[in-house]
Nanobody, 116 residues
Framework: QVHLVESGGGLVQAGGSLRLSCATAVSIRSLNAMGWYRQAPGKERELVATIISGVTDYAESVKGRFTISRDSAQNTIYLQMNNVRPEDPAVYYC???????????WGQGTQVTVSS
């Protein structure tokens, strides 16, 4: 079992910035996949950004605005959100997968709200 705790969500003005954090209970080095997804009310959960085997990928809607990163010393995954748009509000979820495992673990989610 991998326990994840997200934080950093809140209210941000359109055009502003926010940084989400996802603290893991295991070493980042034991993970071969990590990422952020989001789910807005009435919509399907969608991929925002991932790091899989060291390669980053982003949804088209956030490319150039959001950055996913990891800190091995802190065992934390981040999502830096810049130039936040009115279409970005959602509950943001962190997910990870360990090496040699197909099971994905999810955090409880953190709410991001955007004011125009």
């Amino acid at each position: 079992q991998v326990h994840l705790v997200e934080s950093g969500g809140g209210l941000v003005q359109a055009g502003g910035s926010l940084r989400l954090s996802c603290a893991t209970a295991v070493s980042i080095r034991s993970l071969n996949a990590m990422g952020w997804y989001r789910q807005a009310p009435g919509k399907e959960r969608e991929l925002v950004a991932t790091i899989i085997s060291g390669v980053t990928d982003y949804a088209e809607s956030v490319k150039g605005r959001f950055t996913i990163s990891r800190d091995s010393a802190q065992n934390t995954i981040y999502l830096q959100m810049n130039n936040v748009r009115p279409e970005d509000p959602a509950v943001y979820y962190c997910t990870v997968r360990q090496i040699f495992s197909t099971r994905a673990y999810w955090g409880q989610g953190t709410q991001v709200t955007v004011s125009s």
